[in-house]
T-cell receptor, first 114, second 114 residues
Framework: GDSVTQMEGPVTLSEEAFLTINCTYT??????LFWYVQYPGEGLQLLLK?????DKGSNKGFEATYRKETTSFHLEKGSVQVSDSAVYFC?????????????FGTGTLLAVQP | KAGVTQTPRYLIKTRGQQVTLSCSPI?????VSWYQQTPGQGLQFLFE???????NKGNFPGRFSGRQFSNSRSEMNVSTLELGDSALYLC?????????????FGPGTRLLVL
């Protein structure tokens, strides 16, 4: 079945460091890919998404490119801030059909130190 | 636009009891999905409702059920609660076209089963 594999955390960085969180997926067809962020005590917020191969999603300085050849959707940010500290989830929505079911990775805790 | 709201935010129950959680989607959204989040299993899809019909269901026992009303509000019910049902329950709403559309999450209901 479809699945998402995410790098384990926690990831600890100093402010202004470069961030990469790896995400790979297994799915049939062409799923849509998402990054969600969860701050302490809150629900999930969509960070960015990409719906087809080679699409780049971007938001608030974060970017991720849908790579069909490597089945990857790695999250990057050039300069992290303390306020970026949160748990990041990679997710996919299966190709085709009307369903909205999301399959999530295990989440990666990011801690940014001043 | 008001976001997705969930009530109650916190709940404490004892084993064997039942519980009902409520979710009000963003105005105009017709799809509501439910997810369970636990430290051990991560984020898992429970079910999705669209236009008062269950459109998809995850791998949860029959103790977990849901419904959707004509105004798109949704409830989920868990009967005969077990300790392992302690979790954050998240609902998400979307327009309902499926296939990669953005889902918007509520803040969640945190359920503790004693």
């Amino acid at each position: 079945g479809d699945s998402v594999t995410q790098m384990e955390g926690p990831v600890t960085l100093s402010e202004e460091a470069f961030l990469t969180i790896n995400c790979t997926y297994t799915a049939t067809g062409y799923p849509s890919l998402f990054w969600y962020v969860q701050y302490p005590g809150e629900g999930l917020q969509l960070l960015l998404k990409a719906t087809k191969a080679d699409d780049k999603g971007s938001n608030k300085g974060f970017e991720a490119t849908y790579r069909k050849e490597t089945t990857s959707f790695h999250l990057e940010k050039g300069s992290v801030q303390v306020s970026d500290s949160a748990v990041y989830f990679c997710a996919l929505s299966a190709f085709g059909g009307a369903t909205n079911k999301l399959i999530f990775g295990t989440g990666t805790l990011l801690a940014v130190q001043p | 636009k008001a976001g997705v709201t969930q009530t109650p935010r916190y709940l404490i129950k004892t084993r064997g009891q039942q519980v009902t959680l409520s979710c009000s989607p963003i105005s105009g959204h017709r799809s509501v999905s439910w997810y369970q989040q636990t430290p051990g299993q991560g984020l898992q899809f429970l079910f999705e409702y669209f236009s008062e019909t269950q459109r998809n269901k995850g791998n949860f026992p029959g103790r977990f059920s849901g419904r959707q009303f004509s105004n798109s509000r949704s409830e989920m019910n868990v009967s005969t609660l077990e300790l392992g049902d302690s979790a954050l329950y998240l609902c998400a709403s979307s327009s309902g076209t499926g296939g990669g559309e953005t889902q918007y999450f509520g803040p969640g209901t945190r359920l503790l089963v004693l």
